[in-house]
């Protein structure tokens, strides 16, 4: 059953196409990889879907729902949400005020008690609940982050380039994470990590230049030969 689907998105910002007619899905239970050059629209993909953008054409349907110009509030009281390339969290509050504000969005819908200290346990951040969120190294507010949304019970959740900025070390435990994550949710994840995008997505959805090129498994994407002209290079062929 297809969760998302998007039919004939376009976006210009300026007179500038940033999305030329894109059209893509997601079925419930997959994960969805999007990867493309710098400035080939992705973010901006993300941004429309999750409500922050109002694009300029095209439709949008969630879990059967029609959600041309909802709010990212309306979308996560529907099971829909994201991360974002820059981390966001409360620097000034705590971990615990954190996930406290994150939890109001639902009031009783979201996760109960026990449900959320079972995620504090799996993220391993049970241990920092009473220090300052600005005070974490970025991997804990990274996954501060992806805890603020799963407190919220989403169907989907979509997530922009989820170790950026992360140590090598780091990014195996992060794709561990997301691995476990699956369990739980359907993912949509931008990466330019291939490693990322090898080991998580089931299918992959590649937009160069605003245009998706290519839409398949990722054994046949990273063969595919514009793909790997105009973004990965010889050396992932």
Same mark, same amino acid.
């Given at each position: ?102 939890? =109001?969005?639902?009031?009783?819908? #979201? !996760?109960?008690?026990? +449900?959320?200290? %079972?995620?504090?346990?799996? $993220? @391993? ?33 979509? =997530?922009?380039?989820?170790?950026? #900025? !992360?140590?090598?070390? +780091?990014?195996? %435990?992060?794709?561990?994470? $997301? @691995? ?58």
């Amino acid at each position: 059953m297809k969760l998302l689907d998007v039919n004939g998105l376009s976006k210009s910002f300026g007179g500038v196409a940033a999305l030329r007619l894109v059209e893509g899905y997601s079925v419930a239970g997959e994960t969805l990889g999007m990867i493309g050059p710098n400035g080939s629209g992705k973010t901006t993909f993300v941004n429309i879907v999750s409500g922050h953008v109002r694009q300029d054409m095209g439709s949008l349907t969630f879990d059967g729902i029609d959600i041309k110009g909802k709010n990212p509030h309306q979308l996560a009281a529907i099971g829909l949400c994201r991360t974002y390339q820059a981390v966001r969290v409360f620097s000034s509050l705590s971990t615990q005020q954190n996930i406290d504000n994150a939890r =109001l969005l639902l009031n009783d819908r #979201g !996760l109960d008690q026990a +449900e959320l200290s %079972e995620l504090l346990e799996w $993220l @391993k951040l049970d241990h920092v609940l009473s220090k300052s969120a600005g005070s974490l190294t970025l991997f804990e507010q990274r996954r501060l982050e992806l805890l603020m949304r799963l407190v919220l019970k989403p169907k989907l959740i979509m =997530l922009d380039e989820p170790v950026g #900025g !992360l140590a090598v070390t +780091e990014v195996i %435990e992060m794709i561990h994470l $997301l @691995k476990q994550l699956k369990a739980r949710c359907s993912i949509f994840v931008i990466e330019h990590t291939m490693r990322v995008i090898k080991e998580l997505a089931d299918r992959v959805m590649v937009l160069i230049a605003g245009e998706k090129v290519a839409d398949g498994p990722p054994f046949e994407i990273l063969k595919n030969k514009r793909v790997v002209d105009e973004y990965l290079g010889a050396q992932h062929a």
